[in-house]
């Protein structure tokens, strides 16, 4: 069984999401609740980061866009990743483009002091400032670059759906998309609605 290592209101909901699309056994073992649990994923992932994912061999996989490659040719059927080589090209181009622009710009947001030898308050303002502007800037991008490789309603949601789906939730990237570009908006909304995907990010992100 796979074994799923992280917490609410985090990125292990994509890959939480994605294993619920394959329709695979798995244990979402939450690090917040239990010092057990995040001794366990500091031997597993010695960066503590989440998601973690546990293969039921033993063996590990971190890094988003790894896990969910990972889970889309693994699993096929899932549709996680197109069939058509060069849609699966862009698909995982669109994954590689958003843990390296997007999620790692959140990084920032969330950890100024990481990034800073000073890490007085005017700096880390300015810091977290500038990546707030990139990273908005950067979803526009996204929608620009890669709106045809998005879920039109008429298949499953895929890999690429999923992660910006749950990328998008943080670092007031929502708020400004939905004046910025509003048919990406809309179009996260419908994603957040998938019966298969609701309960997931209910659970991550209780109304």
Not at 6 to 30: K, M, T, V, W
Not at 39 to 55: D, F, R, Y
Not at 90 to 116: F, T
Request: net charge negative; charged share 20%; aromatic share 10%.
């Amino acid at each position: 069984m796979y074994q799923l290592y992280g917490h609410q209101n985090s990125g292990a909901a994509a890959i939480e999401a994605a294993l619920e699309l394959c329709e695979i056994p798995y244990r979402f073992i939450d690090v917040e609740v239990s010092t057990e649990a995040a001794h366990a994923l500091e031997k597993l992932n010695p960066l503590k980061q989440i998601p973690t994912l546990q293969l039921p061999d033993g063996s590990i996989l971190t890094e988003s866009a790894a896990i969910l490659i990972h889970l889309g040719l693994t699993f096929p059927k899932s549709k996680l990743l197109p069939d058509n080589a060069a849609e699966r090209d862009q698909a995982i181009r669109g994954l590689v483009y958003i843990v390296s622009n997007c999620y790692a710009a959140i990084g920032i947001i969330d950890y100024p002091e990481r990034w800073l030898q000073v890490a007085d308050k005017p700096s880390r303002d300015n810091l977290m400032a500038g990546a707030r502007e990139r990273l908005h800037w950067s979803w526009e991008v996204f929608a620009d670059q890669f709106s045809g490789e998005l879920y039109l309603g008429d298949e499953p949601p895929g890999a690429l759906d999923v992660l910006a789906a749950v990328i998008t939730r943080w670092a007031g990237s929502r708020e400004y998309l939905r004046g910025a570009r509003p048919g990406f908006f809309a179009w996260l909304e419908r994603i957040d609605r998938h019966p298969t995907l609701a309960p997931v990010f209910a659970r991550h992100w209780p109304s």
